[in-house]
T-cell receptor, first 114, second 118 residues
């Protein structure tokens, strides 16, 4: 079946450095992608999203890049802070004609080192 | 806006008992709510899609007679885990879709419910 996966299950970065979290997806019909942050014991928190007609979108300290050719999504966090430590999930949603449900990737644990 | 709550936040029960988890959209109406299950260090897996006033649609492998879903109003969906067993221990997360939002980001998540079955 269709799936969304991540290349790196864990990532450790020094405080102040930039973080890059990657995600591969397999459903070429997906038209919308979201990155979520999940802290321990909490629900997913929306970070940033991107539609399939875009290849880059920027937010506050975060940037999402979408490469539809290789079905790859990345989340870049600038000047990583201790509060950024969490599990990050990418999620994709099918396009028109699908059930339009969110499918989550396997997650990356980001640890920010002091 | 767009706040989703869950109650209880955590529950411990004995094996064989039933547990009900509530999901509420606090400031919007949700014609569709979703229930996810998340085991430790794993991703969110969709269990079922709940549509107000109709039967829920369950994902493959999810027992509909074990996980009873009721979506009787536009702001409340409940998940009842019947005859719970230790393997049902998990983090249950709901999300609600705001049917009035026309933007792509229309689905909002609750804080989750930690279920522990002894």
């Amino acid at each position: 079946g269709e799936s969304v996966g991540l290349h790196l299950p864990t990532l450790s970065v020094q405080e102040g450095d930039n973080s890059i979290i990657n995600c591969a997806y397999s459903n070429s019909a997906s038209d919308y992608f979201i990155w979520y942050k999940q802290e321990s014991g909490k629900g997913p928190q929306f970070i940033i999203d991107i539609r399939s007609n875009m290849d880059k979108r920027q937010g506050q300290r975060v940037t999402v890049l979408l490469n539809k050719t290789v079905k790859h999504l990345s989340l870049q966090i600038a000047a990583t802070q201790p509060g950024d430590s969490a599990v990050y999930f990418c999620a994709e949603r099918g396009g028109a004609g699908s059930a339009r449900q969110l499918t989550f990737g396997s997650g990356t644990q980001l640890t920010v080192l002091p | 806006g767009a706040v989703v709550s869950q109650h209880p936040s955590r529950v411990i029960c004995k094996s064989g008992t039933s547990v009900k988890i509530e999901c509420r959209s606090l400031d919007f109406q949700a014609t569709t709510m979703f229930w996810y299950r998340q085991f430790p260090k794993q991703s969110l897996m969709l269990m079922a899609t709940s549509n107000e006033g109709s039967k829920a649609t369950y994902e493959q492998g999810v027992e509909k007679d074990k996980f009873l879903i009721n979506h009787a109003s536009l702001t409340l969906s409940t998940l009842t885990v019947t005859s719970a067993h230790p393997e049902d221990s998990s983090f249950y997360i709901c999300s609600a879709r705001d049917h009035l939002i026309s933007s792509y980001n229309e689905q909002f998540f609750g804080p989750g419910t930690r279920l522990t079955v002894l």
